[in-house]
DNA sequence: GCAACATTAGAACGAACGTTCCAACCAGTA
DNA sequence: TACTGGTTGGAACGTTCGTTCTAATGTTGC
């Protein structure tokens, strides 16, 4: 019937990947092991090989160019939510924070545990990190320069905004309090008003 | 001699929270594993287990304990270099960014990686974490009361000093730059300077 | 010297790790 | 029906994990 790919097995490639997302984010490179991800996708360990013949370190690769596109769609989401770019990157926090506060403190940044753990040591992971994070202050800077501020500043601008986010997803999911990413939201508006100045 | 406590086997206990608080903030609580960290340390796998009974988790918790206390005095240090509270902040990031770039981008925060990578999975470890940040968080607000800051504001934006810190931390770290920690450090003094008005 | 003690080296444990392999399973095509 | 090629289940590999155990090693007080 479909002559798309195949009849319905690339969807297991798909899970695979999800699965490895979310256990990426919730437990880190190291304590993310392969049998416990496919079982999550609800595949046998050979599906993980088959799809991912580099194995692991592929698979993590993957999953976490899978997160990072998700937490880019929450990011687009709240800087489209107000022209004034310091009350749309204050409503990211506030989103962010309802994600978090809604899966019980686990679909968080996508990169930063994984990110940090293999810093140095697995240079494929490492270097999609980098991208991602790239690619976000990338988005929060053209938000910034929509306002009216200068390239150079605005990326500046953009990277400490990263920065606040993932800190205060950080302080949030180990507390399992939401006030310091509510906190941050007001902050990350104070922040880039007093640049906009 | 001595009779403190005994001849110089505690100097091999230290030796191991030591080994163990630097392969902690490089590789996890997943990742640094209790051979790599015995051998470290100068001492046996067996020397661990009979300083600490409760195994990885026990010493792992200690470890936090050590290096978020050494992470508080680089925080002190930053604190106390100017009575202008905005100065003091932007000093810790500096400090950081020197202390990280100094040690090849492995002697950042202590807290940061184990904590997350165990969220609601390893109590002790987490509130352990909890501790040190809300420690920490306490350090800041207290210098920014100095400067007439009302308490609960202090506290609030505290957290966020902290957040920024960690968010820094971790792209100067991932990126390997420590463009990122010298950018926060502008922003810091700017945000707390735009707080004291 | 000897007894009592804390400390250590090294082997050993079962469990889990990432990975590989092969036999069975399906589609779709002839 | 047979054949083909992508997909899967399950067993098996060697390695490493955290942990335990037993001797041997000091070191201290008598």
Redesign the pocket.
């Known amino acids: ?2 002559a798309e ?3 319905a ?2 969807d ?2 798909d899970r695979i990947v999800q699965a490895a997302a979310a256990l990426l984010q919730r437990q880190g490179y ?1 304590g ?5 991800i496919a079982q999550a996708a609800g ?9 991912f ?1 580099g ?3 592929e698979l993590a690769i993957e999953a976490m160019r899978y997160g990072a596109e998700e937490f880019s769609r929450v990011l687009a989401r709240g800087l489209s939510s107000s022209p004034d770019a310091a009350k749309a990157v204050a409503a990211c926090a506030l989103l962010q924070a309802d994600t978090l506060r809604e899966s019980d403190w686990t679909d968080g940044c996508p990169v930063a545990v994984t990110a940090l753990e293999t810093v140095g040591r697995v240079p494929g992971i490492q270097q999609a990190a980098i991208e991602a994070l790239a690619h976000w202050q990338g988005m929060v800077a053209a938000k910034l320069e929509t306002c009216g501020m200068p390239s150079p500043t605005a990326r500046a601008l953009a990277g400490t905004v990263i920065a606040i986010l993932e800190g205060a997803e950080l302080l949030s999911r180990v507390t399992g309090d939401d006030t310091p990413l509510n906190d941050a939201a007001v902050h990350l508006a104070q922040l880039v008003q007093s640049s906009l100045n």
Do not use: W
């Open positions: 019937m479909r790919r195949s009849p097995e690339s297991t490639r190291e993310a092991s392969v049998k416990p595949a046998s360990v050979s599906s993980v090989y088959h799809f013949p194995g692991k370190q």
